[in-house]
T-cell receptor, first 113, second 112 residues
């Protein structure tokens, strides 16, 4: 189906484990983004990517790693999960920069125990 | 980056118009004004955006002040489904990244 999809929708993991959140979009959008949303902090940008093999840090990148080997995929990896990374994670994509809309996925609710 | 200021919450009655204000007194001449909303348990969704002129689409209207230091999102007839958090975001083309920096937004309650 066309659109932007995130997987898994829900994940429980233990402290110290590596976990990867997947994001896939079917529009061939150049730009992709990862956000986290916590109560009291709103949505905060973790990493973004302007094209395949081009990534850059956002507001809260510590503890996260991203890659973008293909235009349509933008996985987010927590190398050693911590409880403070318990959050809802949203992936987004957009075709251009400022004069266009971004499309968001449904989110992944991650709980680190 | 220029900052936006929105009221924390607003209430509206169903089928009445809603005017959601946003102040952005430090906006630069090339910053676009974007509005997104987030329904409960969903990802944000695009509502509208503009630069200088007022904009209309099927969801809403965007009224931009002549000095661009403020803008207003107008929902012409609020429905219960419009209850959401509404975010006003500035996007500078100079950043060339398309990234959106979200503030706290305005939580809109719609009463039947």
């Amino acid at each position: 189906d066309a659109g932007i999809t995130q997987s898994p929708r829900y994940k429980i993991t233990e402290t110290g484990r590596q976990v990867t959140l997947m994001c896939h979009q079917t529009w061939s959008h150049s730009y992709m983004f990862w956000y986290r949303q916590d109560l009291g902090h709103g949505l905060r940008l973790i990493y973004y990517s302007a094209a395949a093999d081009i990534t850059d840090k956002g507001e809260v990148p510590d503890g996260y790693v991203v890659s973008r080997s293909k235009t349509e995929n933008f996985p987010l990896t927590l190398e050693s999960a911590t409880r403070s990374q318990t959050s809802v994670y949203f992936c987004a994509s957009s075709a251009w920069t400022v004069n266009t809309e971004a499309f968001f996925g449904q989110g992944t609710r991650l709980t680190v125990v | 980056d220029a900052k936006t200021t929105q009221p924390n919450s607003m209430e509206s009655n169903e089928e009445e118009p809603v005017h959601l204000p946003c102040n952005h007194s430090t906006i630069s001449g090339t910053d676009y004004i974007h509005w997104y909303r987030q329904l409960p348990s969903q990802g944000p969704e695009y509502v509208i955006h503009g630069l200088t002129s007022n904009v209309n689409n099927r969801m809403a209207s965007l009224a931009i002040a002549e000095d661009r230091k403020s803008s207003t999102l107008i929902l012409h007839r609020a429905t219960l489904r419009d209850a959401a958090v509404y975010y006003c975001i500035l996007s500078p083309p100079s950043s060339n990244t398309g990234k959106l920096i979200f503030g706290q937004g305005t939580t809109l309650q719609v009463k039947p």
